[in-house]
């Protein structure tokens, strides 16, 4: 499994970034593919997710309405759309590739070992 990211990079407050994740070596659709980040000092937190199988999509509350997960199951490559982008925002990016997540303490967890990207770092200026 192997899971390669891009996109990331310094925006203002308001702007907008699109990372991408392109997946390898396992089955697209029997797969959930989630996004996580991690502020440094802070637990990595998990926001969102697409099922492979049928584009469900799932977004915590910290960013629902500003982010927007989509995919093109034809090449393996989920999308992540930042939208009104805000400081508290800024973190490394990373996704991930599990067969199932589950929400507790208002954030998304895996069910086992996620295989997971390299991490994309998103800073966002005031």
């Known amino acids: 499994v192997q899971l390669v990211e891009s996109g990331g990079g310094l925006v203002q407050t308001g702007g907008s970034l699109r990372l991408s994740c392109t997946a390898s070596?396992?089955?697209?659709?029997?797969?959930?593919i989630a996004w996580f980040r991690q502020a440094p000092g802070k637990e990595r937190e998990g926001f969102g997710c697409i099922s492979g199988a049928n584009g469900r999509t799932y977004y915590g509350n910290s960013v629902k309405g500003r982010f927007t997960i989509s995919s093109e199951g034809a090449r393996n490559v989920v999308y992540l759309q930042m939208d009104k982008l805000k400081p508290d925002d800024t973190a490394v990016y990373y996704c991930?590739?599990?067969?199932?997540?589950?929400?507790?303490?208002?954030?998304?967890?895996?069910?086992?070992?996620?295989?997971w990207g390299q991490g994309a770092q998103v800073t966002v200026s005031s």
């Open positions: 070596g396992f089955t697209f659709d029997d797969y959930v």
């Open positions: 991930a590739a599990n067969l199932e997540y589950y929400v507790a303490l208002r954030m998304l967890r895996p069910r086992s070992s996620n295989h």
